[in-house]
């Protein structure tokens, strides 16, 4: 009785968070006003998958390096990677933000133009008939899949390939996690998308960095010391006992308190 009392109220606490940090007032200091900005599908997948790429170290930083990329393409992203010239490539050369330079940013820019010449979206990258045939890991299979195809131009430089993760390389794949989460989840909060229908939000995991590890050690939700792709599976059959049709929305709540420090 005691231990579902203190879930109950763990319950109680994290959904109180959800809805503090799950709103329109959440957008303007995170990555993803990056899509924001845009209302066309295609726009809002590529500025998306760009911020979410960008996504580590200070959020105001990712924010500002993902707007001044956009202000190179014009702001025009789709546009950009599917019609660029030579002279367009010039224009973002020397651009990086920390690891990221110019060399993957022409590589993501080669792999976009190829998708989106014979796809008219992003997410038949992720799922397709390849993919969520698989019942259970949908989300596991289609980013090992995600990964073997974004590399499968040829040339691809050697250093390009650290800036996606899968995880068939144990990483919690935290940012394309978060990016799943803009694209999929659809709730009437105005914050996250859900473009893609492919799969339902109770299939995605949780996206997690050692910040948001930490405060799910710190209410038990979390036991794995390793901080990997184990580790985000463990959290996210947690958070499905607090709503099974939508773990990640505590991403909301765990992300901020940490961000915060104060839990």
Known sequence: MEKENIARDLKKFLDQKVIQFNNPSFIKDDPVCIPHLFSKKQ????????AATFAWGIRKTIINKSK??????????????????????????????????DTDLLYFISFFKFHYSK?????????????????????????????????????????????????QK????KRLNMYLRWMVRNDDKGVD????????PSQLICPVDLHVARVAKHFNLLKRKQVDWRAAIELTEALKKFDVQDPVKYDFALFSLGALGKY
Request: include cysteine; charged fraction near 25%; glycine fraction near 2%.
């Open 43 to 50: 726009d809002i997948e590529i500025a998306g998958f760009f």
């Open 68 to 101: 001044l990329l956009l202000q190179l393409m014009d702001n025009a992203p789709y546009d950009f990677c599917l019609h660029h010239n030579d002279e367009d490539l010039k224009k973002v050369e020397r651009f990086c933000h920390r690891t990221f330079n």
């Open 119 to 167: 796809h008219n979206s992003l997410e038949v990258a992720f799922f397709n008939n390849k993919t969520i045939k698989q019942f259970d890991n949908v989300v596991e299979h289609s980013l090992n899949y995600f990964n073997q195809y974004f590399f499968s131009l040829e040339d691809v430089p050697a250093r390009t390939k650290k800036h996606i993760a899968s995880p």
């Open 170 to 173: 144990n990483s919690t794949c």
């Open 193 to 200: 998308f859900g473009i893609w229908k492919k799969i339902s």
